[in-house]
């Protein structure tokens, strides 16, 4: 009963003592022109406006135009006369979760689409669009992250608090590979976001690749393709207010969104219609500005009691092409890259990670020196591979011309296979080197602590 008391008194602190309406004097496509809300809203504010049948459509001031201000709508228009009314409102967008909210799928509002019981509302308010913690703050990047990901694990190592960009065209892969991270990461949490994805596929990706082990401990927010550019956005937002959320419970959060160009797209739309200029690739200068605002809030926390919010984030590349604007503009956001090639799928190896082009880089220094060693090795065996790939399938080589291409033909399909995994499989860190290591003939792992050879040889002469 106390709870539920407390419950009604913050709702009660949070009702507005008045109510400011305005009218609707214009509609031009997705764009609408409301006056008499001037000095009552900023951007970002969000209005309602009342539509026939007692439809209500919630929309947001974008910018402002000959004294009115000019809203986007996250609903369809239908049913916004000329002289409707719209209501401004006061609070700022905020969410309530809770750890309850494991397990369930939410829109862009918080709301939940799964047909589940209504979600518990938390006592704190945690704002959709946060800012980032202050860089002298933010602690330093954590240790290693099981991704359960063998290829990831042992050629593109992440760290807790790392954010990584998974750059792939359409159908090589990503949704399987973010599904096999959900299912085998040692993260306590992951917060998925599906932002302007195939309605299609939502269900299909809850209920087949993530599963039921990898749904129990996440949280999924979804805003498809025929939604609004707002609803798209904002489900974004929505996705890292909820990893920060998580993140400031001292939990190690896994935030996996896919993807950040649909995001970029949307919010190219809200600035077109706004009468923004176009810039590079019809994307406008507020695309670019916004992608670090939302990249930047995934990372380490501020205090010793946060956690941290290791971030791998998607990017749609457009004809394949690596350095199409918002491709290039990520990879110098984020703290390293991951490659799916679309010619290593064609041979069906999965996942289909380009190892020569995918880079962390924090990997050097949180990995061991065996361990660098031996990721170095395979990675110039397959880069010698690589530069004689085409005369090698031509037959245009002739074994003994360069011992190193020899050694590279040599090992080349054993590390094909260790880079393959099935969806259902499970990869542990420590294995993926351990097998590596066998693959190749090399001896791996350091003397134990209490070995006397561990310190030397004066303390082994003194043993």
Same mark, same amino acid.
């Given at each position: 009963?106390?709870?539920?008391?407390?419950h009604?008194?913050?709702?009660i602190?949070?009702?507005?003592?008045?109510?400011?309406?305005?009218?609707?004097?214009?509609?031009?496509?997705?764009?609408?022109?409301?006056?008499?809300?001037?000095?009552?809203?900023?951007?970002?504010d969000?209005?309602?406006i009342?539509a026939?049948?007692?439809?209500?459509?919630?929309?947001?001031?974008?910018?402002?135009r000959d004294?009115?201000?000019?809203?986007?709508?996250?609903?369809?228009l239908?049913?916004?006369?000329?002289?409707?009314?719209?209501e401004?409102?006061?609070a700022?967008?905020?969410?309530?979760?809770?750890?309850?909210?494991?397990?369930r799928?939410?829109?862009?509002?918080?709301?939940p689409?799964?047909?589940?019981q209504?979600?518990?509302?938390?006592d704190?308010?945690?704002?959709?669009?946060?800012?980032?913690?202050?860089?002298h703050?933010?602690?330093?990047?954590g240790?290693?992250?099981?991704?359960g990901?063998r290829?990831?694990?042992?050629?593109t190592?992440?760290c807790?608090?790392?954010?990584?960009?998974?750059?792939?065209?359409?159908?090589?892969?990503?949704?399987?590979?973010?599904?096999?991270m959900?299912r085998?990461?040692?993260? %306590?949490?992951i917060?998925? =976001?599906?932002i302007g !994805?195939? &309605?299609?596929?939502v269900?299909? /990706?809850?209920?087949d690749?993530? $599963?039921e082990?990898g749904?129990?401990?996440?949280?999924?927010?979804?805003?498809?393709?025929?939604?609004?550019?707002?609803?798209?956005?904002?489900?974004a937002?929505?996705t890292?207010a909820?990893?920060e959320?998580?993140?400031?419970?001292?939990?190690?959060v896994?935030?996996?969104?896919?993807?950040v160009?649909?995001?970029?797209?949307?919010q190219?739309?809200?600035?077109?219609?706004?009468?923004?200029?176009?810039?590079t690739k019809?994307y406008?200068?507020?695309?670019?500005?916004?992608?670090p605002r939302?990249? %930047?809030?995934?990372?380490? =926390?501020?205090?010793? !009691?946060? &956690?941290?919010?290791?971030?791998? /984030?998607?990017?749609?590349?457009? $004809?394949d092409?690596?350095?199409?604007?918002?491709?290039?503009?990520?990879?110098?956001i984020?703290?390293?890259h991951?490659?799916?090639?679309?010619?290593?799928?064609?041979?069906?190896?999965?996942p289909?990670?380009?190892?020569?082009?995918?880079?962390?880089?924090?990997?050097?220094?949180?990995?061991?020196?065996?361990?660098?060693?031996?990721?170095?090795?395979?990675?110039?065996?397959?880069?010698?591979?690589?530069d004689?790939?085409?005369?090698?399938?031509?037959?245009?080589?002739?074994?003994?011309?360069?011992?190193q291409?020899?050694?590279?033909?040599?090992?080349n399909e054993?590390?094909?296979?260790?880079?393959s995994?099935g969806?259902?499989?499970r990869?542990?860190?420590?294995?993926?080197?351990?097998?590596?290591?066998?693959?190749l003939?090399?001896?791996?792992g350091?003397?134990?602590?209490?070995?006397?050879a561990?310190?030397?040889p004066?303390?082994a002469?003194?043993?």
């Amino acid at each position: 009963m106390t709870d539920l008391l407390d419950h009604l008194a913050s709702d009660i602190r949070r009702v507005s003592d008045r109510r400011v309406y305005g009218r609707v004097a214009g509609v031009q496509g997705m764009l609408v022109e409301v006056a008499g809300l001037q000095g009552h809203l900023s951007i970002g504010d969000r209005c309602r406006i009342r539509a026939r049948a007692g439809r209500v459509v919630m929309a947001e001031t974008v910018g402002f135009r000959d004294g009115r201000a000019l809203v986007m709508p996250y609903q369809a228009l239908e049913g916004v006369a000329l002289g409707a009314r719209a209501e401004a409102i006061a609070a700022e967008p905020a969410v309530r979760p809770t750890p309850a909210w494991l397990g369930r799928v939410v829109n862009a509002f918080g709301e939940p689409i799964d047909g589940g019981q209504p979600l518990a509302q938390g006592d704190e308010a945690q704002p959709i669009r946060g800012a980032p913690p202050p860089a002298h703050a933010r602690k330093r990047i954590g240790e290693k992250i099981d991704l359960g990901v063998r290829v990831l694990n042992t050629f593109t190592t992440c760290c807790r608090g790392q954010r990584m960009g998974v750059f792939a065209g359409s159908g090589v892969g990503k949704s399987i590979l973010m599904a096999m991270m959900a299912r085998f990461s040692e993260a %306590e949490v992951i917060v998925i =976001g599906l932002i302007g !994805e195939r &309605g299609r596929e939502v269900q299909e /990706f809850i209920q087949d690749e993530l $599963g039921e082990e990898g749904l129990a401990r996440s949280v999924v927010v979804v805003a498809t393709s025929d939604e609004s550019a707002l609803m798209r956005r904002e489900a974004a937002h929505m996705t890292l207010a909820l990893a920060e959320y998580f993140r400031d419970q001292g939990k190690d959060v896994l935030c996996l969104m896919d993807s950040v160009t649909r995001f970029a797209m949307a919010q190219r739309e809200i600035g077109l219609s706004a009468g923004e200029p176009p810039a590079t690739k019809g994307y406008t200068p507020t695309v670019f500005a916004e992608l670090p605002r939302l990249l %930047e809030r995934a990372g380490p =926390g501020a205090g010793p !009691e946060t &956690g941290s919010i290791t971030g791998l /984030f998607t990017v749609l590349v457009e $004809g394949d092409d690596h350095n199409e604007p918002i491709s290039d503009a990520v990879r110098g956001i984020l703290d390293g890259h991951i490659v799916l090639d679309r010619t290593i799928a064609h041979r069906n190896r999965y996942p289909a990670v380009n190892v020569l082009r995918s880079v962390s880089r924090t990997m050097p220094d949180c990995n061991s020196e065996p361990q660098n060693k031996l990721v170095d090795r395979a990675r110039q065996l397959l880069s010698a591979y690589d530069d004689m790939a085409e005369l090698i399938r031509l037959g245009a080589y002739r074994k003994g011309s360069d011992p190193q291409v020899d050694e590279a033909i040599r090992y080349n399909e054993p590390i094909e296979r260790f880079i393959s995994q099935g969806k259902e499989e499970r990869a542990t860190l420590e294995e993926g080197y351990q097998r590596l290591a066998e693959l190749l003939g090399e001896s791996y792992g350091e003397p134990p602590p209490d070995d006397p050879a561990a310190d030397g040889p004066d303390a082994a002469a003194a043993g």
